[in-house]
């Protein structure tokens, strides 16, 4: 044997423990999706070895890979004879693998970036895929808790502290988006303003945390009886604004009328106290006639006037005073 084939002898060597030893996924397959290929990083996280796998069919031996997608890609791959690539963003993973990430241990998975390569033969011929797996997890991981943070930011910046409810600003936001909504596709929709009867003797009687106690009872009963699409809000200290998206006055003032029965039956605990309230509602239905959204609300506002000038715990709706 002269020096040329100890060389090359030499460089498989070689290239065969770089391949056994990438910090990388290698798996190669042929057009039948037999594996021809499977290295170190592969066994050591399947758990299983390149003997058990080596001429078998990846698909029958991990039948819980996406196998329409993944043949479809290796399809493409063969026929068009260039790379395809796939985020961890458009598929977390490929092969399930847990992770073993020592600073994102509490992933529940292997993050993965995939990259499979068209392998020429010797004659010119693509008849071999390589599939790369990247371990990404702490990319991964990184960038989703950054979202989650940004979400977090972005709720509180939106939330009402005391109540859940949407505060003020984000509120008047979709009173706004659902002016121009109405505009565009003529849509009904109601408005109900209401506020705390007397919530002034509330805090002077028992205290602000009182108080407090009241507002969130107050804020929880509107939650329960409003659906999901409708808009809450805490307008500001006792009064609430609430948006019914495709509702028309009739029926906003039936969605008023129970409201104002459940909050006078609410019984608030607080201290040795059993506190209760009544609201005044006003409700005004969205309309032609209406120029802006603050045209909108003060309608409802002046409802909600006309109610405390009838007693207080009392609905009414815009226009309709006989």
Avoid at 12 to 40: C, S
Avoid at 216 to 241: I, M, P, S
Avoid at 281 to 297: A, F, I, K, R
Wanted: proline share 3%; hydrophobic share 35%; with cysteine.
């Amino acid at each position: 044997m002269n020096s040329q084939n100890f060389q090359e002898i030499d460089e498989l060597h070689w290239t065969l423990g770089l391949i056994q030893n990438l910090e990388v996924g290698l798996v190669v397959v042929d057009r039948a999706g037999l594996i021809k290929l499977w290295n170190g990083f592969m066994e050591n996280h399947s758990g299983i070895s390149a003997v058990k796998l080596t001429e078998h069919s990846i698909f029958a031996k991990f039948p819980e890979l996406p196998c329409r997608w993944l043949k479809q890609k290796l399809e493409s791959v063969f026929l068009l004879r260039n790379p395809a690539y796939i985020s961890w963003e458009q598929r977390p993973y490929l092969f399930h693998f847990k992770s073993n990430r020592p600073i994102t241990g509490g992933a529940p998975f292997m993050y993965q970036n995939v990259t499979l390569i068209p392998l020429t033969s010797p004659t010119g011929e693509v008849d071999h895929v390589g599939i790369l797996i990247y371990d990404v997890t702490d990319t991964a991981t990184g960038q989703i808790e950054l979202q989650q943070a940004n979400d977090q930011l972005k709720a509180l910046s939106r939330e009402d502290r005391l109540t859940g409810l949407n505060n003020r600003g984000y509120w008047e936001e979709c009173l706004n988006q659902e002016f121009e909504r109405f505009n565009r596709s003529q849509e009904v929709s109601s408005l109900v303003m209401f506020d705390i009867d007397h919530f002034k003797r509330v805090n002077d009687t028992y205290g602000h945390q009182a108080g407090d106690e009241i507002i969130r009872a107050v804020a929880q009963a509107l939650k329960d009886q409003a659906r999901k699409t409708d808009f809450l809000g805490r307008y500001g200290g006792e009064e609430f604004g609430a948006i019914l998206t495709g509702t028309n006055g009739e029926n906003a003032m039936i969605f008023a009328e129970r409201l104002r029965s459940r909050i006078e039956s609410l019984v608030v605990p607080y201290a040795e106290h059993q506190l209760k309230v009544t609201i005044s509602l006003g409700v005004s239905e969205l309309n032609y006639e209406q120029q802006t959204p603050t045209q909108w609300l003060e309608e409802a506002d002046q409802a909600l006037y006309k109610s405390k000038q009838s007693g207080r715990n009392w609905v009414s709706l815009f226009g309709d005073y006989n």
